[in-house]
């Protein structure tokens, strides 16, 4: 329900309210509020409540530490877990300076404004969330734990889901408040919950979050828990999304979600091009790339039926025979949930549908991890097969250079959002050798060094262990010209060659160890 200024104050007065929380957030989403006294209302309206913002993170100096609320009528709401004798309400604010200017730092506002943006364009937007979070049981101090309130999973009910009656209160109290959840239910990692709204405009499904993370949150505690919103509170269990479902309508009534998710995608500065197109709101270069994530996602409660289906709408050469005898030969049940799949089956899914989408270029993360030796050999296997049929190209980010060493011809390494070297993989093994050797005489040692182009030399007593530029039969001629007692050239792994390589360019390896 929408207030006016007069109806909050007669609200106010008629109620008997005692305290008026006037509530913001601060640049990084964490809610703040200061409590006032019914008299003090109308000036809160009029001029604004003044606080001390230079102890607010990100608001602001010592110098300019003054700034105002005011409380948006609209947005009154009683809290109702508190006494109904001398009862609390609570509002969203504005934050201005004191000369009336806006804050720019008041996220509220900012969204006010692109909601205005968008209506001059004829535009108007719907959003609908869907927030993940976790409970969790705490000590004997009160101090919260890691400890999940129960070990149930995806959808399960009582007696394994003790969730239950704390997602029933949650929905009761924000049904007392004017918002209307969907639906709730047991996640899929121990302890964790999800509850739904129903879709509203954006300021309002904003309000309704903030709302709604405070509300868990003080339930919890009531219950002698800890609700934690974290992306992924627990090491080895399924992370916390944040879902926010859109729509958009345009003057004429068209729909308009593609052209909002290409918004959404573009990128600030620079461009993103793919065999020389660029793929920002351009299907022709997106066809040519797929991207498999470390952790793959499917769509909820989806089957491999229904991401084939899906697929084949997005990727016009997907390959669906190929898909399904693919999914027979690793032993996947094309109509088993995915979310009751294992780690590596998931993996094993999400890697079929890459190959099977006819892009050219396969973006893979952290691609072998989760998968058996067996598994990954065959993966390894489809990879060749695929880039001597059709030419894919499969780009393969890993912390495992060894995987990496039977199946890539180019490598780099990515360092701080730049390229910190790329090479040929058999150019970098052809052009650095390891050599380990005795020298007959401290002359000897002295006349093969000057002679070598040396990225690196360690002594063991009489032993040098050198790194060295160059080709195998350079150096064994530079070796020919100087006595030793002992010689051997040695090949070196892909990750020795990386790390001389990155100590060359000044990545101190020994200060990465050492701190």
């Known amino acids: ?85 001398g009862q609390v309400v609570r509002m969203f604010c504005s934050i201005h300076y004191p000369d009336g200017r806006p804050f720019p ?52 009910i009582a007696p394994d889901d003790k969730g239950e009656n704390i ?66 509170p627990l090491p080895g269990s399924p992370g916390s999304g944040f879902h926010i479902n859109m729509s958009v309508k345009a003057g004429d009534g068209r729909d308009r979600l593609p052209q909002m998710v290409a918004g959404v995608l573009e990128p600030e500065q620079g461009e993103i091009a793919v065999d020389g197109l660029p793929v920002f709101d351009n299907m022709e270069a997106k066809n040519r790339i797929y991207f498999i994530a470390d952790e793959p996602y499917f769509f909820a409660n989806s089957n491999a039926i229904d991401m084939q289906k899906y697929l084949s709408s997005v990727y016009r050469e997907f390959a669906a025979e190929d898909f399904y005898s693919y999914l027979v030969n690793f032993g996947l049940d094309k109509k088993r949930k995915i979310n009751t799949y294992s780690k590596g089956m998931k993996k094993q899914l999400a890697l079929i549908c890459g190959v099977c989408s006819g892009a050219r270029y396969l973006l893979c993360d952290e691609t072998f991890d989760g998968l058996d030796p067996v598994m990954r050999q065959g993966i390894k296997s489809i990879f060749a097969s695929e880039m001597e049929r059709r030419g894919m190209t499969p780009i393969i ?3 495992n250079l060894r995987e990496l060493e039977d199946i890539c011809d180019h490598v780099g390494l990515l360092h701080r959002g730049g390229v910190l070297l790329s090479r040929d993989l058999e150019d970098m093994k052809c052009n650095i050798q390891k050599v380990q050797c005795v020298f007959k005489t401290t002359e000897d040692e002295a006349k093969a060094i000057s002679c070598l182009d040396i990225m690196k030399n360690e002594k063991r007593g009489s032993l040098n262990v050198l790194t060295v530029r160059g080709n195998k039969a350079e150096i064994l001629a530079v070796f020919a010209t100087v006595n030793t007692v002992f010689f051997e050239a040695l090949p070196l792994s892909l990750e020795e060659i990386f790390i001389s390589e990155t100590e060359v360019v000044g990545y101190d390896i020994k200060k990465l160890i050492l701190g």
């Open 105 to 156: 730092c008041d996220t509220r506002a900012l969204l006010r404004s692109a909601i205005a943006q968008a209506e001059q364009r004829g535009f108007r937007f719907l959003f609908g969330a869907e927030q993940e979070f976790y409970l969790f049981k705490r000590d004997e101090t009160g101090e919260p734990t890691k400890i999940p309130y129960d070990r149930a999973g995806y959808m399960d």
């Open 167 to 232: 997602r029933r209160e949650i929905c009761l109290t924000l049904a007392r408040m004017g918002i209307s959840p969907e639906c709730s239910h047991h996640e899929e990692g121990p302890g964790q919950n999800e509850i739904d709204f129903k879709y509203s405009d954006p300021l309002t499904a904003a309000d309704n979050v903030m709302t709604f993370q405070a509300i868990v949150k003080f339930i919890a505690e009531r219950n002698g828990l800890c609700a934690d919103f974290s992306p992924k």
């Open 1 to 85: 329900m929408k207030y006016t200024r007069e109806e909050v104050l007669q609200y106010v007065q008629e109620e008997e309210v005692a305290f008026i929380h006037l509530t913001f957030c601060d640049v990084f989403g964490r809610q703040k509020n200061i409590s006032i006294v019914p008299s003090e209302l109308s000036r809160a309206f009029e001029y604004g409540i003044a606080f001390d913002a230079s102890a607010i993170a990100g608001f602001g100096d010592e110098a300019r530490s003054d700034l105002l609320l005011r409380p948006d009528p609209d947005t009154l709401m009683l809290l109702p877990w508190r006494p109904e004798h």
């Open 397 to 399: 980010a890993s912390h």
